[in-house]
T-cell receptor, first 113, second 112 residues
Framework: EADIYQTPRYLVIGTGKKITLECSQT?????MYWYQQDPGMELHLIHY???????EKGDLSSESTVSRIRTEHFPLTLESARPSHTSQYLC????????????FGPGTRLTVL | KNQVEQSPQSLIILEGKNCTLQ??????????LRWYKQDTGRGPVSLTI?????NTKSNGRYTATLDADTKQSSLHITASQLSDSASYIC???????????FGKGTSLLVTP
């Protein structure tokens, strides 16, 4: 069992609200990632970080933002949620190796009404 | 266009039976290929990883094969159990930039 945690597990909110999805890991991994996954579709990378104060956008354009102030913490924020943001958000982390395994959190299922 | 294609999209088998899932990819240059298992409502968990020089890798009842020449991989599940019901995702890593390419997954349902 990977030591990576996400909260909340489920979130239903109204349009226009600001939300923060939390992700934390206790494995000391430098690399952390946020993925978006819709039912029956592949995971899409939306943000990643290779260390503290390092954040990059992924392959899929996203209106969300991330921060990496501490190694173990990688929160994702949506300033103004819209129904198009409804999806499953998965956080992952990995060690600094070429064949590093990504360990995934349980995910946050977000529904924006 | 997705560079990792998986088949079948979904599969239903009886408990105790074997099954094989397929993954074809066009990712180049190739670094490694992983199979992940994703239970409903959970994050994916790595089952196997294979590099260019490896043809087969086992993890309990799961056996993955890789043909790097034809760019095909398979995941064989032996003596299936109800707990094998999940989505199985093929992930191919590029050698340049280390980008990950995810397949859409095969949804497996094992019935009593």
């Amino acid at each position: 069992e990977a030591d990576i945690y996400q909260t909340p597990r489920y979130l239903v909110i109204g349009t226009g609200k600001k939300i923060t999805l939390e992700c934390s890991q206790t494995m000391g991994h430098d690399k952390m990632y946020w993925y978006q996954q819709d039912p029956g579709m592949e995971l899409h990378l939306i943000h990643y970080s290779y260390g503290v104060n390092s954040t990059e956008k992924g392959d899929l354009s996203s209106e969300s933002t991330v921060s990496r102030i501490r190694t173990e913490h990688f929160p994702l924020t949506l300033e103004s949620a819209r129904p198009s943001h409804t999806s499953q958000y998965l956080c992952a982390s990995s060690a600094e190796q070429a064949m590093d395994t990504q360990y995934f959190g349980p995910g946050t299922r977000l529904t924006v009404l | 266009k997705n560079q990792v294609e998986q088949s079948p999209q979904s599969l239903i088998i009886l408990e105790g039976k074997n099954c094989t899932l397929q993954c074809n990819y066009t990712v180049s240059p190739f670094s490694n290929l992983r199979w992940y298992k994703q239970d409903t409502g959970r994050g994916p968990v790595s089952l196997t990883i294979m590099t260019f020089s490896e043809n087969t890798k086992s993890n309990g009842r799961y056996t993955a094969t890789l043909d790097a020449d034809t760019k095909q991989s398979s995941l064989h599940i032996t003596a299936s159990q109800l707990s094998d019901s999940a989505s199985y995702i093929c992930v191919v890593r590029e050698a340049s930039g280390y980008a990950l390419n995810f397949g859409k997954g095969t949804s497996l349902l094992v019935t009593p």
